[in-house]
């Protein structure tokens, strides 16, 4: 295995700053504009460059990109003698670290070889920053398109997304114009980010601020808008008692998604909780129905909803 993942592991050139310089001309040109998207980023992302141990995932980074991009990669088959059946890329929630990626799902589709990257965005880790929420948007796309150059026999490919990380998500698919017969999504809290973002800050005595700032949200991270371009197979997470992005602004969300869909209520769990083994026929259920989507020659992702669980 450690030969195969020296090789994974390219060279990144030493970088004087891990953030970048916003040229002095666009600073003032638009200078209320680029505060209004300074605030956004620091009222949405929760970044962290804190040392977390990974076993036994790798930490591999890509650099071939504008940005080096930190990832940890996990498989279950010896990488150095097979190649995998499924590929899938994990975009972490606001205060996600990669370091911390658990094996979903690869621990439900057992009976196939599998490799997963998790990345850290800009300005976590030690992905070079600054943690933007555009600066996301674009990388993630580079992302996409390193790992899966990595992979001539091009797979079938799962993009899974958390929290904020499913707008993440929904970006790659549509700007990297997946194929829906052989990519699908799992998302869990995909949060309509404006109206969250307005509801949450009404608790704050500045919360009238919430509508000039969240109207300067970039397109690629809009998770409503990509939403309604997106055609690729889903499966939607949903935790029953969710308090941040409640059920019925994810509900929103869902209905304007474009592909086939089957939607998980995950029972009895907020935001943030961790499912139990009454969630797993359900979750496992889903999985096995995305995989069969992506694994047979015929499929369409365009199709309509599937039965919810």
Not at 238 to 251: G, H, I, K, M, R
Request: some cysteine.
């Amino acid at each position: 295995m450690c030969s195969y993942w020296a090789l994974m592991t390219e060279h990144c050139p030493a970088s004087e700053s891990t953030d970048q310089i916003v040229p002095v001309d666009e600073m003032i040109g638009r200078p209320i504009e680029s505060f209004q998207r300074y605030l956004l980023d620091r009222m949405v992302l929760r970044p962290s460059r804190q040392p977390i141990e990974f076993a036994p995932q790798h930490r591999v980074m890509l650099c071939k990109g504008s940005t080096p991009i930190e990832c940890f990669v996990q498989s279950n088959f010896d990488a150095d003698q097979f190649t995998p059946e499924l590929v899938v890329l994990k975009f972490p929630g606001t205060a996600g670290r990669a370091e911390r990626s658990g094996p979903f799902p690869m621990s439900v589709l057992r009976s196939l070889r599998i490799v997963m990257w998790t990345w850290n965005p800009p300005g976590y880790g030690r992905s070079v920053g600054p943690a933007s929420l555009p600066k996301i948007g674009t990388t993630a796309v580079e992302f996409w398109h390193q790992v899966s150059e990595k992979y001539p026999h091009q797979p079938p490919l799962l993009l899974c997304g958390n929290s904020l990380g499913c707008a993440t998500a929904l970006n790659v698919a549509v700007t990297a114009k997946a194929n829906p017969n052989r990519c699908g999504v799992v998302l869990r809290n995909p949060p309509p980010l404006k109206p969250v973002f307005k509801r949450v800050a009404r608790r704050y005595p500045l919360g009238a601020w919430a509508g000039p700032l969240v109207n300067r949200l970039c397109d690629s991270m809009d998770a409503m808008e990509t939403a309604r371009q997106c055609h690729l197979p889903a499966v939607f997470l949903q935790s029953e008692f969710d308090t941040l992005v409640p059920a019925s602004y994810q509900n929103k969300l869902i209905r304007a998604y474009q592909g086939a869909k089957q939607t998980v209520i995950l029972e009895g769990l907020g935001h943030d909780c961790i499912t139990t083994e009454s969630h797993q026929p359900r979750i496992e259920h889903s999985i096995h129905w995305l995989w069969e989507k992506l694994a047979s020659p015929q499929s369409d992702g365009r199709q309509r909803d599937a039965p919810c669980q």
